[in-house]
């Protein structure tokens, strides 16, 4: 720990609910180290409560779908000119960008044109879809910090700065759980089968992911009773999941912001394709991942795309390991034949069971935000020190 300029300035920017909690730890961990340091930026309550003071917060900068985002188009330039302007001001010593690449790789752009130390922290998943951007982000940041093993070498390949950090997810989820308390707790007793629903953190995927889980569910439940539980995001309304869930006659539990809980007391999950699927993988909870999008955002998406999956699970282990039902496919009857296959086959949800196991020996070990932190400071004491 050193004693920073007073004056020193950092922006940091996250756009999404998974990118405030990782930014919030590592906030947290920089002030720590730097007690003089001023953050601004882009996030949610995670950052603001570590101390970074925000001019937007991440519920704003929600959009799912390449329509949608059209449709918010003066928005996202009026907040990008407005950074471009700051930066050009030379507000900034350095730029700390958390994954939502779109929008964060303009701002990275802008920094590098004016100079300014870009760190990026959890990259977006190139290896997997968009490789070509690889060289706009080489240019454009000058530290990366990843958080899959192989994303080290992947970067490095590409002629980057890249580092593996472990996890940042890893800090955020408790390793070890009481399932039957936790079960306890949300009032599930022995012999039930709890069925989580994670339908996602932003309203748009909510809007289309919501519905179709539910008539699963429904079909589900004819066939093997089930108690329905479903975590709700901190950017979502409480109330809207519930009267969702009543209108089609699906008696839930809504749990705000506890969904590790959820994933780790449940026997099973109907999960949207993205962050939570791994965290899903780490509880170990059997799944299935469900997404639908714009037919538009869905075939440019296909098009740009290097893996046979979408499902992190099975991007990490390079196989099926959990179905995956997307776009047309994603229709309530195969997600609840394919459930209740699962369910009722003893083995296959064991072999599931283990295969998540492995995912989560892969991601190395808790402290990731300590460990960014300390590299971090590391790039900024030569900055300040003037070496």
Same mark, same amino acid.
Request: glycine share 8%; aromatic share 10%; charged share 25%.
């Given at each position: 720990?050193?004693?920073?300029?007073?004056? @020193?300035?950092?922006?940091?920017?996250?756009? #999404?609910?998974?990118?405030?909690?990782?930014? @919030?730890?590592?906030?947290?961990?920089?002030?720590?180290?730097?007690?003089?340091?001023?953050? #601004?930026?882009?996030?949610?309550?995670?950052?603001?409560?570590?101390?970074?003071?925000?001019?937007?917060?991440?519920?704003?900068?929600?959009?799912?779908?390449?329509?949608?985002?059209?449709?918010?188009?003066?928005?996202?330039?009026?907040?990008? &000119?407005?950074?471009?302007?700051?930066?050009?001001?030379?507000?900034? %010593?350095?730029?700390?960008?958390?994954?939502?690449? %779109?929008?964060?790789?303009?701002?990275?752009?802008?920094?590098?044109?004016?100079?300014?130390?870009?760190?990026?922290?959890?990259?977006?998943?190139?290896?997997?879809?968009?490789?070509?951007?690889?060289?706009?982000?080489?240019?454009?940041?000058?530290?990366?910090?990843? $958080?899959?093993?192989?994303?080290?070498?992947?970067?490095?390949?590409?002629?980057? &700065?890249?580092?593996?950090?472990?996890?940042?997810?890893?800090?955020?989820?408790?390793?070890?759980? %009481? *399932?039957?308390?936790?079960?306890?707790?949300?009032?599930?007793?022995?012999?039930?089968?709890?069925?989580?629903?994670?339908?996602?953190? *932003?309203?748009?995927?909510? &809007?289309?992911?919501?519905?179709?889980?539910?008539?699963?569910?429904?079909?589900?439940?004819?066939?093997?009773?089930?108690?329905?539980?479903?975590?709700?995001?901190?950017?979502? %309304?409480?109330?809207?999941?519930? /009267?969702?869930?009543?209108?089609?006659?699906?008696?839930?539990?809504?749990?705000? @912001?506890?969904?590790?809980?959820?994933?780790?007391?449940?026997?099973?999950?109907?999960?949207?394709?993205?962050?939570?699927?791994?965290?899903?993988?780490?509880?170990?909870?059997?799944?299935?991942?469900?997404?639908?999008?714009?037919?538009?955002?869905?075939?440019?998406?296909?098009?740009?795309?290097?893996?046979?999956?979408?499902?992190?699970?099975?991007?990490?282990?390079?196989? #099926?390991?959990?179905?995956?039902?997307?776009?047309?496919?994603?229709?309530?009857?195969?997600?609840?034949?394919? /459930?209740?296959?699962?369910?009722?086959?003893?083995?296959?949800?064991?072999? $599931?069971?283990?295969?998540?196991?492995?995912?989560?020996?892969?991601?190395?070990?808790?402290?990731?935000?300590?460990?960014?932190?300390?590299?971090?400071?590391?790039?900024?004491?030569?900055?300040?020190?003037? &070496?």
């Amino acid at each position: 720990m050193f004693d920073a300029p007073v004056t @020193g300035k950092i922006l940091m920017i996250a756009g #999404e609910e998974s990118g405030d909690v990782y930014g @919030g730890r590592l906030a947290r961990n920089l002030l720590k180290r730097a007690p003089g340091v001023k953050i #601004e930026g882009i996030g949610g309550p995670r950052m603001r409560e570590a101390g970074v003071q925000t001019y937007h917060d991440i519920s704003e900068m929600a959009a799912v779908g390449f329509l949608t985002v059209i449709s918010r188009i003066g928005f996202f330039r009026d907040t990008l &000119n407005f950074l471009k302007r700051k930066i050009a001001e030379g507000e900034y %010593d350095a730029v700390i960008l958390i994954d939502f690449p %779109d929008f964060n790789i303009r701002v990275a752009k802008a920094a590098s044109k004016q100079g300014v130390f870009v760190f990026y922290y959890v990259l977006p998943q190139l290896w997997a879809w968009r490789t070509y951007r690889v060289k706009a982000f080489k240019k454009a940041v000058d530290a990366m910090f990843v $958080v899959f093993p192989f994303e080290e070498k992947f970067y490095i390949s590409h002629g980057a &700065n890249a580092k593996f950090s472990g996890h940042p997810i890893l800090d955020e989820l408790e390793e070890t759980k %009481d *399932r039957k308390a936790l079960r306890g707790k949300f009032g599930i007793d022995d012999g039930q089968t709890l069925l989580g629903v994670l339908p996602g953190s *932003r309203m748009g995927e909510v &809007n289309k992911m919501l519905p179709i889980m539910l008539e699963a569910v429904k079909i589900i439940d004819k066939i093997k009773p089930v108690r329905v539980i479903m975590p709700c995001a901190e950017s979502i %309304d409480e109330t809207f999941l519930k /009267t969702t869930a009543e209108s089609y006659g699906v008696d839930t539990i809504v749990v705000k @912001g506890d969904a590790w809980d959820v994933m780790t007391a449940s026997d099973f999950l109907i999960c949207k394709s993205g962050t939570s699927t791994l965290q899903a993988a780490i509880a170990q909870t059997p799944m299935v991942i469900v997404y639908k999008a714009d037919m538009l955002s869905y075939l440019i998406a296909k098009t740009l795309s290097h893996t046979k999956w979408a499902g992190l699970p099975n991007i990490l282990a390079g196989k #099926e390991i959990v179905p995956e039902f997307l776009q047309n496919e994603a229709t309530p009857q195969n997600i609840a034949d394919t /459930t209740l296959k699962i369910l009722g086959d003893p083995q296959k949800y064991e072999k $599931v069971k283990n295969d998540l196991a492995e995912i989560r020996a892969s991601l190395g070990n808790r402290g990731a935000g300590e460990r960014v932190a300390d590299m971090m400071m590391g790039y900024l004491r030569k900055m300040w020190s003037g &070496n």
